[in-house]
């Protein structure tokens, strides 16, 4: 089992509504990452945190809203969402700061479907 | 943009035998590292080979690193159906706080 924790495993939404995924890790990581995966694709990278900062956002869309409450915890806020954005949103952590050279360490992801 | 490019895109393979899955690259790089994903699941590390190493093993895993030719190769000998999965190679490009870059995936049979 992973020692990253993603909740819920499954979410149905529909465009209209709003919704939050969470993800949790007790490694002491100072690096936190939301990735967006499609079916039989590598994973994009999303944003980052790193030391409780945002220090990446790749352009996404403000639909997808990051939060970082303290340095075991990650959320993303969804709200508007197009049925495009149905993919597998994995969390991930790293020991270091951002790409401090050491590998991360990913949850098994929100299988996220909107309607 | 991704950098790394694995090949090939899909590999079947009998129980056993050995499989090669190739990943190239555009820039200079700090590591490259290789990365496991069963269907529906997040993805695991595998192995981290750095920049100045040549080659490194890990169990049935032997990845090789050739800087020159920007390239790596991960085999995995003697098979099992449980090797069935998505590999990816991601690379840290040498180029200050920048993301992995993942390469576009081998998806890997091994039929028992």
């Known amino acids: 089992d992973t020692e990253v924790t993603q909740t819920p495993k499954h979410l149905v939404m529909g465009m209209t509504n709003k919704k939050s995924l969470k993800c949790e890790q007790h490694?002491?990581?100072?690096?936190m990452y939301w990735y967006k995966q499609k079916a039989k694709k590598p994973p994009e990278l999303m944003f980052v945190?790193?030391?409780?900062?945002?220090?990446i956002n790749e352009s996404v869309p403000s639909r997808f809203s990051p939060e970082c409450p303290n340095s075991s915890l990650l959320n993303l806020h969804l709200h508007a969402l197009q049925p495009e954005d149905s993919a597998l949103y994995l969390c991930?952590?790293?020991?270091?700061?951002?790409?401090?050279?050491?590998?991360?360490?990913f949850g098994n992801g929100t299988r996220l479907t909107v309607t | 943009s991704q950098q790394g490019e694995e090949d090939p895109q899909a590999l079947s393979i009998q129980e056993g035998e050995n499989a090669t899955m190739n990943c190239s690259y555009k820039?200079?790089?700090?590591?490259l590292q290789w990365y496991r994903q069963n269907s529906g699941r997040g993805l695991v590390h595998l192995i981290l080979?750095?920049?100045?190493?040549r080659e490194k093993h890990s169990g049935r895993l032997r990845v090789t690193l050739d800087t020159s030719k920007k390239s790596s190769s991960l085999l995995i000998t003697a098979s099992r159906a449980a090797d069935t999965a998505s590999y990816f190679c991601?690379?840290?490009?040498?180029?200050?706080?920048?993301?992995?870059?993942f390469g576009k995936g081998t998806r890997l049979s091994v039929i028992a």
């Open positions: 991930a952590s790293s020991p270091l700061g951002a790409f401090g050279n050491s590998p991360l360490h």
């Open positions: 490694m002491g990581h100072r690096a």
């Open positions: 945190y790193s030391y409780e900062k945002l220090s």
């Open positions: 820039t200079s790089i700090n590591n």
């Open positions: 080979i750095r920049s100045n190493e």
């Open positions: 991601a690379t840290d490009p040498n180029s200050g706080n920048t993301p992995l870059v």
